[in-house]
């Protein structure tokens, strides 16, 4: 199967490689520099991956002033929300390669810097002024030779949090992080790159794949995140939502529904093993940061059923 993001609105951006620098949901075509080259042999979506050369100093971009009007970051956006999803196998441990960059270091333009720092992802963040920035070592280790699906939903303005989730293809490994911006994210005119940063040298240069690169404005759920992994995504999760004490919550998560035999007791299954919402017989939700254990349910008599007993013994239903 094939991810379709043709009815997400919220998807500004895919580039899936297909020989090509192409984007295929919008208009933010990357110019291509030295040459990127592509492959067919070694590949995790589609019939391609973009094979990029360090040596060759090989890397795609797109001038701000050309990025299309809604695009996360772009000069004058004012939610300040991204989400990135794509597919790497790193070749070579470099210093400061860039995965999805928009960062000028000679330019004092720092806005956001998706990078391999030798084998560890890292998010820098930049603030205030855009000369200073945040760092933020995530610990989470990209192997050479290994494919591993990366995923960074960044709020950079209201929540002023970011999410990181990355899947290791070898084992089915998942690893996470998350962090705190202490400023509001930065946004100005600098280049969007793919496999370098803007005005970058030789240590900046991503050196081997990338597959199915995608990009939204709003921050994705870890559901939605592993749909897109797995290839089989098609548009916004459905949402369970619910009455707490009077506040409404809301749940970027598909849902398992359960009731028990007399109809009273529903739960939600938000994430497996995590997080499970109660609806008690009053329509009171209750959350649980693990699974509540389960409750004993009585049958409903039935109409036929007559009760027997013998003394000092329980009474049991006998159908006549």
């Not at 998807?11 to 297909?18: C, D, S, T, Y």
């Not at 810097?113 to 989470?140: A, M, P, V, W």
Request: charged share 20%; glycine share 10%; with cysteine.
């Amino acid at each position: 199967m094939a991810n379709d993001f043709s009815t997400d609105s919220r998807v500004k951006a895919l580039w899936r490689f297909e020989n090509n620098l192409t984007d295929s949901k919008g208009g933010n075509h990357l110019t291509d520099v030295n040459t990127v080259g592509f492959t067919s042999a070694d590949k995790k979506e589609g019939g391609y991956a973009a094979d990029f050369e360090k040596d060759n100093a090989e890397y795609g971009y797109r001038n701000d002033a050309d990025l299309d009007a809604e695009f996360p970051l772009k000069s004058g956006d004012s939610l300040k929300k991204i989400s990135v999803c794509f597919w790497c196998k790193p070749e070579s441990y470099i210093s400061y390669s860039g995965f999805l960059t928009k960062w000028n270091w000679s330019g004092n333009k720092r806005s956001l810097e998706i990078q391999r720092n030798s084998s560890t992802l890292k998010i820098n963040c930049g603030h205030t002024d855009g000369i200073q920035y945040q760092n933020f070592d995530t610990g989470i280790s990209l192997w050479n030779g290994e494919w591993y699906h990366v995923a960074v939903c960044i709020d950079g303005k209201t929540g002023k949090s970011f999410y990181v989730r990355v899947f290791r293809a070898s084992n089915s490994t998942v690893s996470e992080y998350s962090g705190t911006l202490n400023n509001e994210l930065w946004v100005g005119d600098p280049k969007l790159v793919i496999g370098s940063i803007d005005g970058g040298g030789s240590d900046n240069y991503f050196d081997g794949l990338l597959d199915e690169m995608v990009v939204f404005n709003e921050l994705l759920s870890a559901l939605e995140i592993d749909t897109i992994r797995s290839g089989t995504y098609s548009g916004p999760m459905p949402q369970v939502r619910g009455v707490a004490l009077g506040s409404h919550v809301g749940y970027h998560l598909a849902g398992f529904l359960q009731a028990d035999a007399l109809g009273a007791q529903v739960a939600y299954s938000l994430i497996p093993e995590e997080t499970y919402v109660r609806a008690d017989a009053a329509g009171v939700m209750a959350l649980y940061a693990i699974a509540p254990p389960p409750k004993r349910v009585f049958p409903v008599p039935h109409p036929k059923v007559r009760w027997q007993t013998h003394f000092g013994k329980r009474k049991f239903p006998v159908v006549g």
